[in-house]
């Protein structure tokens, strides 16, 4: 990230009394969803996927102020960095594992920009974007949705937020199980493979088509594009049917 574009960030934050305890710990709220959270109308529940060091969680929690979020990041040090960003929340939860297609121990590959760590290995990822290339490798558990929370705490309407550098199908996959007791789904993917063997976006829309959500939006910023073709961005996918009874009452 720039510094201007970081110094942007901090400046946004300054006015609010969380985020300013967040910036002590260097960390500043994923402003640039804001309008994408707002937009959602209002949401009771928060399932964050890849939650990193709690950008995207802190955001929630000012936008979003009757979610309860149920974060999920395998890196020791961006975990207990998050829990020192969130604090004591009775809102946030945060579950130190990956989320997959079914449960195992799996090395991640941690890079310079701990952001761009994945459990596939970077092919593309750090020639494209310099800088993220891999340092070291952690032993990670991971497990699909469903066994690491219970179908009832996801009460609709519900977000599904997954930003996790390659791994977006086995994620997918993984909440299969409970998938219908989301409205709303938004992903980072990508159109080349900048991971080894990830689904690519055309594959991931037609799976979410087929399971009954339609993309609604693509948000891109610059660094979205190389040699004016898009490299990746955020999708937002929407159900086409309403939610379960069981869904809406938390049940």
Same mark, same amino acid.
């Given at each position: 990230?720039?510094?201007?574009?970081?110094?942007?960030?901090?400046?946004?934050?300054?006015?609010?009394?969380?985020?300013?305890?967040?910036?002590?710990?260097?960390?500043?709220?994923?402003?640039?969803?804001?309008?994408?959270?707002?937009?959602?109308?209002?949401?009771?529940?928060?399932?964050?996927?890849?939650?990193?060091?709690?950008?995207?969680?802190?955001?929630?929690?000012?936008?979003?102020?009757?979610?309860?979020?149920?974060?999920?990041?395998?890196?020791?040090?961006?975990?207990?960095?998050?829990?020192?960003?969130?604090?004591?929340?009775?809102?946030?939860?945060?579950? &130190?594992?990956?989320?997959?297609? %079914?449960?195992? $121990? #799996? *090395?991640? =590959?941690?890079?310079? @920009? /701990? +952001?761009?760590?994945?459990?596939?290995?970077?092919?593309?990822?750090?020639?494209?974007?310099?800088?993220? &290339?891999?340092?070291?490798?952690? %032993?990670?558990? $991971? #497990? *699909?949705? =469903?066994?690491?929370? @219970? /179908? +009832?705490?996801?009460?609709?309407?519900?977000?599904?937020?997954?930003?996790?550098?390659?791994?977006?199908?086995?994620?997918?996959?993984?909440?299969?199980?409970?998938?219908?007791?989301?409205?709303?789904?938004?992903?980072?993917?990508?159109?080349?493979?900048?991971?080894?063997?990830?689904?690519?976006?055309?594959?991931?829309?037609?799976?979410?088509?087929?399971?009954?959500?339609?993309?609604?939006?693509?948000?891109?910023?610059?660094?979205?594009?190389?040699?004016?073709?898009?490299?990746?961005?955020?999708?937002?996918?929407?159900?086409?049917?309403?939610?379960?009874?069981?869904?809406?009452?938390?049940?």
């Amino acid at each position: 990230m720039s510094f201007l574009r970081k110094l942007r960030k901090a400046l946004q934050s300054l006015p609010d009394p969380l985020f300013r305890r967040a910036l002590r710990h260097g960390v500043a709220p994923s402003h640039e969803h804001r309008d994408i959270l707002q937009n959602l109308g209002v949401l009771n529940t928060v399932v964050d996927v890849g939650a990193n060091v709690g950008q995207f969680a802190l955001l929630t929690l000012r936008v979003q102020p009757k979610a309860v979020i149920h974060s999920f990041e395998p890196l020791a040090a961006a975990a207990d960095t998050f829990r020192k960003v969130i604090g004591q929340n009775a809102r946030v939860t945060l579950h &130190h594992c990956a989320l997959g297609a %079914e449960e195992a $121990v #799996m *090395p991640i =590959h941690v890079t310079s @920009r /701990a +952001d761009s760590s994945s459990l596939l290995v970077p092919t593309l990822q750090p020639k494209i974007f310099p800088g993220t &290339h891999t340092v070291k490798r952690e %032993e990670v558990s $991971v #497990m *699909p949705l =469903h066994l690491a929370m @219970r /179908a +009832d705490q996801i009460t609709a309407p519900a977000l599904l937020k997954i930003d996790v550098q390659g791994f977006e199908a086995q994620v997918l996959e993984g909440c299969s199980a409970v998938l219908d007791r989301f409205e709303w789904i938004f992903v980072e993917l990508s159109f080349v493979e900048l991971y080894a063997s990830q689904k690519l976006a055309p594959e991931i829309i037609d799976w979410l088509h087929a399971r009954g959500f339609r993309l609604c939006s693509v948000y891109t910023d610059a660094h979205s594009y190389l040699d004016g073709k898009m490299i990746q961005g955020d999708f937002l996918f929407r159900a086409l049917r309403q939610p379960t009874d069981a869904a809406r009452h938390g049940v």
